[in-house]
């Protein structure tokens, strides 16, 4: 479907490419998985809108009511005035739904990404989290909770840097 502003749904989406996550600004909302849906609406009345669809990665995140904000801003920047950003609770999110291109952008920016699925969890001290500084395997969990709460803090025993490790949920 074609609005009348020339925005498609595909459009919708390489736009949203461009819009990151506050809380880690290496990550866009498309590398993490959050955004569900766009849907282009036409209503009787003739007006059109676009409706995103967007998951939070924790219940209740912080970062949602700014990344809901900023895709609005973009989508008003694009010429589009009628939009709607829908938070969709259920299914929750998972890391799963990151690309391995977000983990590889994970990694360089210094948090070591999520390792295996979602449904293998394992306790956090049984974990080997590589140290993105320094690559040892060589780790120890310090906090179940780092900078935010999608992250745990661990402590390279080789070389001594403390780093976040984003869970895997």
């Known amino acids: 479907m074609i609005l009348s502003q020339n925005i ?28 569900r849906d766009v849907h282009l609406i036409k209503h009787p009345s003739n007006k059109e809108h676009i ?19 900023n895709i609005k801003m973009a989508l008003l920047q694009s010429g589009f005035k009628n939009s709607k950003i829908i938070q969709q609770l259920s299914p929750a999110w998972t890391t799963d739904w990151m690309t391995e291109k977000a983990k590889e952008k994970l990694k360089a920016y210094g948090i070591a990404a999520p390792l295996g699925k979602s449904f293998d969890k394992k306790h956090l001290e049984e974990l080997k989290v590589e140290c993105p500084q ?11 909770f780092g900078s935010t709460a999608c992250k ?17 949920h």
Do not use: H
């Open 134 to 144: 320094c690559r040892s395997k060589s780790t120890r969990l310090l906090s179940q």
């Open 51 to 69: 409706k995103v669809v967007i998951t939070p990665t924790y219940s209740g995140c912080p970062a949602m009511d700014v990344i809901s904000m």
């Open 8 to 35: 498609t749904v595909e459009k919708v989406w390489q736009l949203l490419e461009n819009i990151y996550d506050p809380e880690i600004p290496v990550l866009s909302v498309i590398d993490l998985g959050i955004v």
């Open 152 to 168: 745990a803090l661990y402590q390279c025993n080789d070389c001594k840097e403390p780093f976040d490790y984003f869970k895997c």
